[in-house]
Structures are given as C-alpha cells and as structure tokens.
C-alpha cells in the first residue's frame, strides 16, 4: 500500500476531532516518514516520524492488545537509533498520563500543544 493510502486511514480517524481538510491534512505530513505498524500480514496503525519527533497511532481494536507490541518493536528501535524522541499532545489527560508511564517528561508548551522527550523507556 502506498503513501497516500496510510495518510487517509490517519485522516479518517482525526476527521471527527480535527477541522482540517483531507487535502490540508495531507499536505501537513510532507517530510514525515509514514509506516504501517504490522503484526504478522495485518497492518494494525501507523507509525510517523520526522527527526526525533514520532506519533503513533493505533486502531481501537488494537490499541490496548498489542500497545506492549508496538512500543518494543517501534519506539525501542528508534530511540536506540536516534538517542531521544519527542513528541506532542493536544492535552488530552489520557495521552499525557500514557506517555508519562512509557517514560516521557513534559518540555514544554506550544499553542494548545504539550511537548514530551523520551530518553529511557520505562517498559520491559
């Protein structure tokens, strides 16, 4: 599967929450790496990055069976290749507590956004 078909799943579980057009949305991701997070042949979400920056994101049905997963084989590689990673939420109470259990420390603030790095995960 192609780019632009990763960026449309992306889109299609943002669109409720986030006033941005499809084509604005996708315009957003130029110079983000775009992978699809698999577990044997089914694709289970994507994983972005640029830099040391990274998002993931799961679908529901996947999200909390196959968290441990994703962490090990997605967030462990690259904070081994790259050192650090960070990343940002939107404030919501749930992301912020998830990724303080992973190991991420608050930075800062941008906007309405709160800014995470990554230095030691906090899982085994």
Known sequence: MDRQHWIDKLYEQI???VPITRAA???S???WDIEPIMLGDEAIG??????????MSLSKKNALR???HVI????TANLERLGYLVTRTDGNAADDRF???LGYYETGKEGSW???????LNIK
């Open 15 to 17: 669109k409720a929450e």
């Open 25 to 27: 949305y996708g315009n």
């Open 29 to 31: 991701l130029h110079g």
């Open 46 to 55: 994507v994983y972005i990055r640029r830099g040391h920056e990274t998002h």
């Open 66 to 68: 196959h968290a441990r």
């Open 72 to 75: 090990r084989v997605y967030l």
């Open 99 to 101: 990724l303080k259990r």
């Open 114 to 120: 709160t800014l995470y790095r990554l230095d030691k």
